[in-house]
């Protein structure tokens, strides 16, 4: 039998320290007939890869911020193969402090810090909930979505989160805006989608059903009827109804 180096006699088990080390090791010693040495380093592989993408280096957050696991924005937080991604939000910042001893509003703050994290996730490839930033501030969802409706009013924009770009829970508003700087301001669809943290497909989408609505509302202005024919839900329609109301009143 020949023997190892003396360096790998030495130094070989040191390995062991490190989380990968640590990991093939629990694996050798807990499933050692149920995993070979090459399925047990394809696993650790993969686990260490796991570990360090939900584990950004702390050098790189600052005071006033956090990390925390939010929603892929190209899975739905619904969908059995949802993904997280860990992103680094700023919760208060040195110019929210600034502000505050400035006079301004602390709900003011409250409503642009709201927006703030929205945009830092997405910017991330993350999408935030109002119940994820309900947990950051020890507040109910509704009052977080009051924020940010009072922001996106206020600045007339929508903000970029969970309901709106994957269309989930009662968030409509943002339709209702879209269609609103297409329609009645007469925007082109590419400024109006960077306006309001859409894609193109996602607003030529929802003119094409404002314009759906449209047809049957001239033949048909029952709200019921316009749901069944289109198949679009009955709170939605509503807000284009209400939007082609605006029209005949400021043609």
Request: net charge positive; hydrophobic share 40%; charged share 25%.
């Amino acid at each position: 039998m020949i023997k190892p180096p003396q360096a790998q006699k030495h130094y070989g088990s040191a390995k062991q320290r490190f989380l990968k080390g640590i990991l093939l090791n629990f694996f050798q010693r807990e499933f050692t007939k149920l995993f070979g040495p090459l399925m047990r380093e394809k696993i650790v592989d993969e686990l260490v890869k796991l570990i360090a993408s939900a584990m950004p280096d702390i050098e790189h957050v600052k005071p006033g911020q956090i990390v925390w696991n939010a929603i892929d924005i190209h899975t739905r937080s619904d969908s059995p193969k949802r993904r997280f991604v860990p992103v680094i939000l700023t919760l208060i910042s040195d110019e929210d402090c600034h502000q505050l001893a400035g006079g301004t509003k602390i709900s003011t703050i409250a409503e642009n810090a709201t927006a703030r994290i929205c945009r830092e996730a997405k910017e991330q490839g993350a999408l935030l909930s109002m119940r994820d930033i309900g947990l950051f501030t020890w507040r109910q969802n509704s009052a977080i979505s009051t924020m940010r409706k009072s922001f996106e009013e206020k600045n007339d924009t929508t903000v970029p989160h969970i309901g709106n770009l994957h269309d989930m829970g009662t968030c409509i508003s943002h339709k209702a805006i879209i269609v609103r700087k297409a329609v009645l301001e007469k925007k082109d669809p590419t400024k109006v989608a960077q306006e309001t943290n859409h894609t193109i497909k996602a607003v030529d989408r929802y003119l094409k059903d404002f314009k759906r609505v449209n047809l049957c509302y001239q033949n048909n202005q029952n709200i019921d009827f316009i749901s069944q024919a289109t198949a679009i839900a009955k709170h939605v329609v509503k807000e284009y109804v209400y939007i082609i109301q605006q029209i005949n009143l400021n043609p």
